[in-house]
C-alpha cells in the first residue's frame, strides 16, 4: 500500500518539479505581485515614505493673512502644495495631477477676520477636487480647517490687520443686532484683546513666547502601532506576500483540478484504474502531493520575504506552519471538488476560475478585510480563504500565539473535510474520452 | 483462463454491449474484431474492471474481481487504446511509477523494467524522456508499461493505432514472443490482417453482440465459397457472368471492370471448366490468381457490411 501511495505522490512532485520554467513562473509571480502589494500597503515602515498629496493653492486675495495660510497648509507633512491659477488648477485637477485646488478669494483675510468675532458674512473659500480622490479630499479639508483657524486667529490676536480689525468690530458694535448683554460681554471680548495686542507691542519677546501660533488643536496625537512588540513596526510585505501566496496556490488547487479531469480523459487514467488502488488512494494521493507542493510555494514565498523585506514570524512559528499545512490541504481538497464537480475541462476552468477569484478577493487577499464593510466583514468569515489570510497575518505581523492559529487551523480542516468529502462522492470514476 | 459470461452495459437509452461471451485460454491469442463503436472498448474496459457491467460477470482463473484492489488484477495487463505515459518523464520513470502500481520494489523493479525494456526494444532510449519518442516508440513503451508485472493475461486495446508499418512489425514480434511464453493474449483491432496474423481465435462484435466466435479456419467455414480466383480478361463484350454460375462448383460471380471474382468449393475442379468455358466463349484473359477468402469477406458475409464502411 505505501509503495503505491508513496510512488504516486511521487510521481506527481517529480511532474511539478520536472517542469522547470512553471515552476520557476509558478513562484516568480506571487514574488512580484506580493513586492508590489506590499509596497503599495506601507512596506516596510521606516524604509518607505509615504506619497504627499498634491494641492494647488490659487491666492487672489494676497492678504498677510493668505499668505500665512499657504505657508502654513506648505508646512503640513501630508501636502505638496504649489501655487497656481484658476485655469490652469482647473486643468490640472481635471488630469489628475492634483488632488485639490484651494481657491482663497479676494478680501478672505478681511472677511474671515471679521466673521471670527461677530456676526459677518463669512467667506468663501472655493475647493476644486478630483473625485477619484475622495477619500484624500477629506483629509485635505481637515487639514485646510485647522490651518485657516490657526491663521486668522493668529493674525487676530497678534497680526497688525487684526488689531485694525478689532478697533473697527469695536466702533461698530452698537450697530450690530444682537441682545444687550451678548454684546456688552462681546466688547468686553474685543477690549480684552485690543488690550492684549497693546501690552503686546510694549513687551515683543513676552507675546513670542507665549502667544504666538494663534488657536489651535488643544490636543496632539501619539500614534502607536501595535504589531507584535514594542520595537517592531508594521510590515505590509507580511500581509501581501499571505495574500498573494493564497491566491497563486488557490489557483495551483485550480490546476490540479483541471489536470485530473484531463487525466480522466486519457489512457492513463485506465491504466491507474485497471491497477490494484483503491479510489481512496487515487485521490489521496493527489490531495497529499497538492499539499505537498502548496506548503513548498508558501515557505518560498515567505522565505523570500523574510531575506528581502525583513517579514519574520514574529508570533508561534508551529501556528504558521499549522496554517500553511491547513491551508494547503484545503487547496488540494478544492481541486479534487473542481475535478469531481467538472463536467467538460472549458466549463471547469472558466468557472472553477470565478470561484478562486471570488475566494481570493473577499478573502482579504488583495485589499485587507477591514476595509470592507462592516457586513462584508462579518459575511467573509464564510470563506476559507479569510480564514487563511487572518491565520497568516496572525502568525506573521501581528505575532500571535498558537492558540491564535487554532480557530483557522480548525476552519481550514474543516472545509478541507468538506470539500474532500463532497469530492469523493461526487466524483465519476469512468474513464471518459 | 478468461472466462466472460453474458456481460451487458448499457449507456442510458444506449445498449454498448449486449450479453458478450467468450473466452482464453492459458496461451491462447483472442483477437476481438468489429467496427469502431461495436463495443470492444467497452468489453476491455470491463474486464480491465474499469467499468461495472449491468449484468453477467467476468471469470478470472474462475474468481471475480470483488473491488479496486482485488489481487486478482494483478493477473491482468492493460495496454489501453490512448497513450498512457507521462510524457514529460523518461522512459525508465514512467516504468518504475507503473511497477510501483503493482507494489513491486528493489531490484525486481530494475529487473522488470530491464527486462521488458528489451523485450520492446528501448534499452538503449531508456533515460530518455518520452516526449522525444516517435509514435511507434510511444506504443512500444506502452506495451512494456502493462508487462512490468509479469500478468499472465494482456489486454490489448488497439494497440497499433497511428504507427507506422515498420514499427507495427516490431509490436507484432514482441507480442508473437508473449504468445510463445505462454501469455494469454486478448487483442482488440478492427484490423483484419492482424488478427488474421496474430489470433488463434476470432471472436467477431458488431453493434454490441458476439456474431462469430471460431479459429481463422472454422470463420472461414461459415463462408459460401472457400477460395475466390481472379480472372483479368483482355475484353469482357460479350460477357453473361451469370451463365458462368450454371458451370460445375463456382459459387459465386462478380465482375468489376476487366476482372472476373468466381468462388468456388474446389479450386482444382473448379478453375479448368471456368477457363475453358471463357476460351470457348472467346473471352480471352492475361492472368489468373487465386486466394482464400480473408476476414473482410467474413465479416461482410456475416453482416451484409464491409468493416471499413461501418
Known amino acids: ?433 | 483462463m478468461l472466462e466472460i459470461k453474458r456481460i451487458t452495459k448499457t449507456y442510458g437509452k444506449l445498449s454498448a454491449i449486449n450479453g458478450v461471451s467468450f473466452r482464453a485460454d492459458y496461451g491462447e491469442t483472442v483477437g476481438l474484431l468489429g467496427p469502431n463503436g461495436a463495443g470492444k472498448t467497452t468489453t476491455v474496459s470491463i474486464i480491465a474492471g474499469l467499468l461495472k457491467p449491468d449484468s453477467g460477470e467476468v471469470l478470472i482463473e474462475n474468481k471475480r474481481v470483488k473491488s479496486d484492489t482485488d489481487p486478482v488484477k494483478l493477473k491482468i495487463g492493460l495496454v489501453p487504446q490512448d497513450m498512457a505515459l507521462f510524457e514529460k518523464l523518461s522512459a525508465r520513470d514512467n516504468l518504475t511509477f507503473f511497477a510501483a502500481l503493482y507494489a513491486l520494489s528493489g531490484a525486481r523493479v530494475r529487473e522488470a523494467i530491464n527486462e521488458t525494456l528489451s523485450l520492446v526494444g528501448l534499452s538503449d532510449r531508456a533515460g530518455d524522456k518520452v516526449e522525444a519518442f516517435s509514435g511507434g516508440m510511444k506504443r512500444r513503451l506502452n506495451l512494456a508499461a502493462a508487462l512490468l508485472h509479469d500478468p499472465q493475461i494482456l489486454l490489448l486495446d488497439e494497440p497499433t493505432v497511428g504507427v507506422d508499418p515498420q514499427s507495427r512489425n516490431a509490436i507484432f514480434e514482441n507480442l508473437e514472443t508473449l504468445k510463445k511464453r505462454g501469455k494469454t493474449l486478448l487483442y482488440t483491432t478492427h484490423y483484419m490482417e492482424e488478427a488474421e496474423r496474430l489470433c488463434d481465435r476470432i471472436v467477431i462484435i458488431d453493434h454490441g453482440e458476439v456474431i462469430a466466435n471460431d479459429t481463422l479456419q472454422g470463420l472461414h467455414k461459415l463462408l459460401p465459397v472457400t477460395n475466390v480466383i481472379a480472372i483479368e480478361l483482355d475484353n469482357v463484350d460479350g460477357l453473361t457472368p451469370e451463365k458462368i454460375l450454371n458451370l460445375p462448383e463456382v459459387k459465386s460471380v462478380q465482375l468489376e471492370q476487366n476482372t472476373l471474382r468466381i468462388g468456388v468449393h474446389d479450386l482444382s475442379r473448379g478453375a479448368p471448366g471456368v477457363l475453358r468455358w471463357l476460351t470457348d466463349n472467346g473471352n480471352s484473359y492475361y492472368r489468373v490468381s487465386s486466394d482464400q477468402p480473408d476476414l473482410e469477406t467474413v465479416f461482410l458475409t456475416l453482416t451484409g457490411r464491409s468493416l471499413r464502411d461501418t
Open chain 1, 1 to 433: 500500500m505505501m509503495i503505491q501511495f508513496l510512488a504516486l505522490v511521487r510521481k506527481d512532485l517529480k511532474l511539478f518539479f520536472t517542469d522547470r520554467r512553471a515552476v520557476v513562473v509558478g513562484l516568480l509571480v506571487p514574488i512580484l505581485c506580493g513586492s508590489f502589494f506590499g509596497y503599495l500597503f506601507g512596506g516596510q515602515k521606516g524604509t518607505t515614505e509615504t506619497s504627499k498629496v498634491p494641492v494647488l493653492v490659487i491666492d487672489q486675495d494676497e492678504s498677510d493673512i493668505s499668505r500665512a495660510l499657504i505657508t502654513q497648509l506648505s508646512s503640513d507633512k501630508n501636502l505638496d502644495v504649489k501655487p497656481s491659477t484658476l485655469d490652469a488648477a482647473r486643468d490640472v485637477v481635471r488630469k489628475g495631477k492634483a488632488t485639490a485646488a484651494v481657491i482663497i478669494p479676494k478680501d478672505f483675510g478681511r472677511d474671515a477676520g471679521q466673521a471670527f468675532f461677530r456676526r459677518a458674512r463669512k467667506p468663501e473659500l472655493d475647493l476644486f477636487y478630483d473625485p477619484s480622490h475622495a477619500l484624500e479630499l477629506a483629509m485635505v479639508k481637515g487639514i485646510l480647517s485647522g490651518a485657516v483657524m490657526q491663521t486668522v486667529s493668529k493674525e487676530m490676536f497678534t497680526g497688525k490687520s487684526g488689531r485694525k480689525l478689532v478697533s473697527e468690530s469695536l466702533a461698530q458694535l452698537d450697530e450690530i443686532d444682537m441682545a444687550p448683554q451678548d454684546r456688552t460681554a462681546l466688547r468686553d471680548l474685543l477690549n480684552g484683546v485690543k488690550k492684549w495686542n497693546e501690552q503686546r507691542e510694549i513687551s515683543e519677546t513676552l507675546a513670542q513666547g507665549e502667544f504666538s501660533g494663534g488657536l489651535t488643536l488643544p490636543y496632539e496625537t501619539r500614534e502607536q502601532a501595535i504589531t507584535s512588540g514594542r520595537n517592531v513596526e508594521y510590515n505590509g510585505y507580511a500581509h501581501s506576500f499571505g495574500g498573494m501566496g493564497v491566491q497563486f496556490i488557490l489557483f495551483m488547487g485550480l490546476d490540479v483540478g483541471i489536470a485530473l479531469l484531463m487525466l480522466r480523459q486519457s489512457g492513463l487514467w485506465q491504466r491507474l484504474r485497471a491497477a490494484p488502488l483503491s479510489r481512496t488512494m487515487l485521490l489521496g494521493s493527489r490531495a497529499v502531493s497538492a499539499a505537498l507542493i502548496a506548503g513548498f510555494i508558501l515557505l518560498v514565498l515567505f522565505g523570500f520575504a523574510r531575506i528581502v523585506f525583513g517579514v519574520h514570524i514574529q508570533g508561534s512559528f508551529l501556528g504558521f506552519l499549522g496554517v500553511c499545512a491547513a491551508f494547503s490541504l484545503m487547496t488540494a481538497a478544492f481541486g479534487l471538488l473542481i475535478a469531481a464537480l467538472g463536467e467538460t475541462v472549458e466549463a471547469t476552468r472558466g468557472y472553477s476560475i470565478m470561484a478562486t477569484i471570488i475566494m481570493v478577493m473577499l478573502g482579504g487577499a488583495w485589499v485587507p478585510t477591514f476595509f470592507f464593510p462592516m457586513w462584508l466583514q462579518k459575511f467573509t468569515v464564510i470563506i476559507p480563504t479569510r480564514w487563511a489570510i487572518d491565520g497568516l497575518d496572525g502568525m506573521t505581523w501581528r505575532g500571535l500565539g498558537f492558540s491564535s492559529a487554532l480557530a483557522p487551523i480548525g476552519v481550514l480542516l474543516l472545509f478541507t473535510i468538506l470539500f474532500g468529502a463532497l469530492a469523493i462522492v461526487r466524483f465519476r470514476w469512468k474513464a471518459e474520452g
